[in-house]
C-alpha cells in the first residue's frame, strides 16, 4: 500500500468551505464558502482561485449540462453562469420557513439536483431543529420534497448500483441508507447505516468511493472516515491537521486524490492560532483507491 501524503493545496481561510466537486473538463476543483457566500474553482495547474460572489449563503454547488453550475443557495436552486457571473433564480423551496437556508447537495446519477435545507446556525451546529427538508430539482425545474425534519441536512451519495441513496442529517449522528428509485427520483426506507463515535465529530459532507465505500468528513474531528456499508462498520480513518473537516471529493486526472474543504467559522483566537490553516482546502493522495466522476445536473 502506498503512504498517504496530505497537503494544503489552497491556504485562503474560508468560513464554512464545503461542496468540493471535481470538475474533469477544466481539470479544475469547484467548491463553495458557504457564510462567506461565494463560488470558488481552483486550478491545480496555475495554484490560482477564481471566485463569484452571490447574494446568500450558499449550501452547495454542482456542475451543469447545459453549461455553467447550479446552486443551492438561500432558499433556491439557482443558476450560475461562470462567463457572466449571472445568477438565474430556477426555483424555490421553504417559503414558510424565512430562516431556512440550502445545505449540502448533489447530483443523482440521473442528472437531478438533489440538495437539503436547515435553519440558519446560530452557531456551528446549533439551529432550531427539525426545520429542515431534502428536495430533488428534477431536469424540468420542478421539486419534490422527500423527508423533513432534519436538523442539519448535509452530504449524501448513491452506491454503485445506484439502488441506494446515502445520506446525513449532521445533528443525528448518523449516515443514513435509503432505497432510490432511479427511475423516479424517488427515496423510502430510510435506516441507520453507522453511528458516529463520539471522538469522530459530527458527519457532515460524504462521497462514495470506485469500492462502493463512503467517505465522510467529520466536522470538529478533524478527519475523513471510511464506512463500509455492506456490514456498517468504520474501516479507515485518515487523520487531517485541523478539527473543522467539512466535505470531501475525490478528483484529479484519474480521480485518484482526495479533496477535503474545511471551516474556520467559529474558532476562537487561541484555536486559530494553533490551526491557522482551519478554512482550507486539502489534498489527500496515496489512498490506494479512486472516485468517481461527479455527474451534471440534467436541466
Ligand atoms: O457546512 C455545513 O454542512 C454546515 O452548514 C456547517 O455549518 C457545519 O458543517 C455543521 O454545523 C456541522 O454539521
Ligand atoms: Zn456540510
Not at 2 to 16: A, D, P, Q, R
Not at 99 to 118: C, I, S, W
Not at 195 to 219: F, H, N, S
Request: glycine share 10%.
Amino acid at each position: 500500500m502506498s503512504s498517504i501524503k496530505i497537503e494544503c493545496v489552497v491556504s485562503e481561510t474560508y468560513k464554512i468551505g464545503e461542496s468540493p466537486v471535481w470538475e474533469e473538463k477544466e481539470g479544475t476543483l469547484l467548491f463553495v464558502d458557504i457564510t462567506g457566500q461565494k463560488v470558488c474553482r481552483w486550478d491545480p495547474s496555475t495554484k490560482k482561485v477564481q471566485s463569484v460572489s452571490v447574494e446568500a449563503p450558499i449550501g452547495s454547488v454542482a456542475l451543469r449540462k447545459s453549461g455553467g453550475y447550479v446552486l443551492a443557495m438561500g432558499n433556491t436552486f439557482s443558476a450560475l453562469n461562470w462567463e457572466d457571473q449571472s445568477v438565474t433564480t430556477l426555483a424555490r423551496v421553504d417559503e414558510d420557513k424565512p430562516n431556512n437556508r440550502f445545505n449540502d447537495g448533489k447530483v443523482d446519477p440521473e442528472g437531478r439536483f438533489l440538495a437539503g435545507t436547515m435553519s440558519q446556525e446560530i452557531r456551528p451546529a446549533v439551529v432550531e431543529r427539525n426545520q429542515g427538508s431534502l428536495f430533488t430539482l428534477y431536469p424540468d425545474h420542478s421539486v419534490v420534497k422527500h423527508f423533513d425534519m432534519v436538523d442539519i441536512s448535509n452530504g449524501l451519495d448513491w452506491s454503485l448500483d445506484h439502488k441506494t441513496l446515502y445520506y446525513i442529517d449532521s445533528l443525528s449522528f448518523k449516515v443514513d441508507a435509503l432505497d432510490y428509485d432511479m427511475k423516479t427520483g424517488k427515496s423510502s426506507n430510510r435506516r441507520t447505516l453507522y453511528k458516529l463515535q463520539q471522538d469522530e465529530g459530527i458527519p457532515d459532507g460524504m462521497c462514495i468511493d470506485a469500492e462502493g465505500k463512503l467517505w465522510v468528513a467529520c466536522y470538529n474531528g478533524g478527519r475523513v472516515i471510511r464506512i463500509d456499508p455492506e456490514t456498517g462498520k468504520q474501516i479507515q480513518t485518515v487523520k487531517l491537521p485541523i478539527d473543522k473537516t467539512t466535505s470531501c471529493c475525490f478528483g484529479g486526472p484519474d480521480y485518484s486524490e482526495m479533496y477535503v474543504t474545511s471551516a474556520c467559522d467559529g474558532m476562537d483566537e487561541d484555536w486559530k492560532k494553533r490551526q491557522p490553516q482551519s478554512g482550507g482546502i486539502y489534498k489527500i493522495t496515496g489512498l490506494g483507491v479512486k472516485g468517481i466522476a461527479p455527474t451534471a445536473f440534467a436541466g
